[in-house]
């Protein structure tokens, strides 16, 4: 029986492990490399190793860069079942058809560019493609057991993280030998809104666990809601616009849901908020499927009084592009939701433009942003930026709210890692290099065998 890594190995995207047990093998997520389109462009199209070899797939959650290349994993033949939650098989859908969709205009736009007589790009897949994958997925429920292979029992607990986000734990039989396996996908947080608090594994043999936040500690959430709603009061009182760049999944929920509450407590004013983002709307409408899934306190302010956490009197969702243009002409004060999380594509771009150059108006930064993307150069003070071929002034008010993570911080994962059981190994993965060793650092004294941080193509056996 082993292991072999194949991304997410000293980085943060590209989420793809190998279990090889009494001969079959089993893929833990099947997420997409992100980052500069020319370096990922091989990484994505080109598996390291033969789709047609994998007989089984779980799925952890839906993010890009954990669910990202499965189409093209059918596409090159893959055929077994992909087991995840039924929450994340509905999101799933939602956020592929998304991303090859943004893999069409990206490609189409830059062919646009092309030389004279060059062999035009193709995007990796196209919406085409989604369906014929969506028919391999499994919806398990947690907390039920299920066998993807033979020899191998797994069960799903909730990761609080994203709607629908599991952790795994597989029991591995080869031989008459028992082995257990923790896979954490990514690791929430307690007290994130709307979603339960992740679970605990307990009793593994090998952990292999996520440490983006190996080396920071998070704010409080109650800070989120203090701080927005300063923002929020301080450009209305301006005459102002509160621009909220932000990802589809969860982080649009949570805005809506803490901006929901702030107008019930009478803290911000009944003003307008726009959700320009059709795919956080329709993953907002796929929360309505999945009551049971959400926390208690979520189920006693809404649930409970019949009311939907995502929709109040002063909320309007944006469809069309032409909408989304007329939010330009808006004068009285409002509030502008809308993606991408990192401003390098989508409709926020439009708003930031139409924006940025005026000091009545902020930006609330609410998410993680990558080096090299226009959403990282706000946060990082920029005095100029370039929008959509103009260069403008940064005059709108920047600010940044540090509390929102959908991931565990450094004390939660020291937590987590000790109470899944005495280690024989712990393997690190997603996290960048140092955040990985400060975390390494801190488990000095914990009782794990060994810590392994894998490097990309390494096969360990168990
Ligand atoms: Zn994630």
Redesign the pocket.
């Known amino acids: 029986m082993k292991i072999e890594f194949f991304g997410a190995c000293q980085t943060v995207t590209g989420s793809q492990h190998i279990i090889t047990i009494n001969g079959k093998k089993l893929l833990l997520d099947c997420g997409f490399w992100q980052g500069r389109r020319k370096d990922m462009e091989t990484l994505n199209r080109e598996f390291p190793f033969d789709p047609k070899s994998i007989d089984a797939m779980i799925l952890s959650?839906a993010?890009i860069?954990?669910s990202g290349n499965i189409p093209n994993l059918v596409k090159q033949g893959f055929r077994g079942k992909i087991y995840c939650t039924k929450a994340t098989a509905q999101i799933t859908e939602l956020m592929l058809e998304d991303s090859a969709r943004v893999q069409v205009y990206d490609v189409g736009y830059l062919n646009k560019k092309l030389p004279l007589g060059a062999e035009p790009l193709q995007p990796i897949y196209t919406p085409e493609d989604v369906a014929p994958a969506m028919k391999n997925f499994v919806g398990v429920n947690y907390h039920e057991e299920f066998s993807p292979l033979p020899g191998v029992k797994a069960y799903f607990r909730d990761a609080g993280?994203?709607l629908g986000?599991a952790l795994t734990t597989l029991e591995l039989v080869e031989k008459g030998t028992v082995t257990r396996l923790g896979f954490t996908?990514?690791l929430g947080r307690k007290f994130l809104p709307i979603l339960r608090d992740p679970e605990q594994i307990k009793a593994v043999d090998y952990l292999i666990s996520e440490s983006t936040y190996g080396d920071r500690l998070h704010d409080t959430l109650a800070t989120s809601y203090i701080d927005l709603a300063k923002a929020i009061n301080d450009t209305y009182a301006r005459g102002g616009k509160v621009i909220i760049p932000s990802f589809a999944l969860e982080r649009a929920q949570e805005l809506l849901y803490i901006i929901h509450e702030l107008i019930n407590q009478k803290a911000i004013p009944p003003l307008f908020v726009y959700l320009d983002s059709p795919l956080a709307q329709r993953i907002s409408e796929a929360f309505s499927d999945y009551p049971d899934l959400l926390d208690e306190e979520t189920q006693k302010t809404f649930l409970e009084q019949d009311k939907d956490p995502f929709i109040f009197t002063t909320l309007r969702f944006v469809e069309t592009p032409e909408e989304s243009k007329k939010l330009n002409n808006i004068k009285q004060p409002c509030v502008i939701i809308s993606a991408s999380g990192m401003c390098e594509f989508g409709r926020v771009r439009h708003h930031l433009k139409n924006s940025i150059a005026d000091k009545k108006n902020t930006v609330v930064i609410v998410g993680f942003m990558a080096e090299n993307t226009l959403g990282r150069r706000l946060l990082e003070g920029a005095k100029e930026v370039n929008i959509l071929n103009e260069k403008l002034p940064v005059r709108a008010k920047i600010v940044v709210l540090n509390s929102l993570s959908?991931h565990a911080d450094q004390n939660d994962l020291v937590k987590f890692i000790i109470g899944a059981g005495k280690l024989k190994k712990l393997f690190l993965v997603h996290g960048e290099e140092n955040a990985m060793a400060v975390l390494t650092d801190k488990l000095a004294d914990a009782p794990i065998g060994e810590i392994v941080r894998p490097g990309k193509g390494d096969s360990i056996k168990l």
């Open positions: 959650h993010h860069d954990h993280h994203v986000s996908g990514d959908a």
